[in-house]
């Protein structure tokens, strides 16, 4: 019971804060609500592009590459010690390193942005 009683005023408070922040999207002018959602689509599409683009693909980059190098060395310890190296592992990270390389120069075309 005491638990609910301190959930209410959180509550209470998550909720006025949406409906004091919310804002509603009107057509201007006409009721052409399509043509609102297009217009803003294409607004927060070239945004997303950017964002993808300057913070995700570099963030997968680099930890697809700090996986590459650990696995690379472990695989190397593991040939000192039994005398066979293991590819597939290091080739598995090392083919989606490049692909996340390369991905932001045909993946917008594939999805129509």
Known sequence: MR?????????LAVFLLCCILSTTAFAVGTVDVAGA????????????KT???TVVFPAIDLILAVFFFAKLGTAYFDFRKSGQFEWTGPAI????????LTAPLYIWRIIGI
């Not at 638990?3 to 509550?11: A, D, N, S």
């Not at 990270?93 to 996340?100: G, H, K, Q």
Request: proline share 3%; hydrophobic share 50%.
């Open 3 to 11: 638990k609910c009683k301190k959930m209410i005023p959180i509550l």
């Open 37 to 48: 959602v297009q217009g803003t689509w294409h607004t927060a599409s070239q945004q997303i």
């Open 51 to 53: 964002v993808v683009n």
């Open 93 to 100: 990270l090392f083919a989606s390193l490049v692909f996340t």
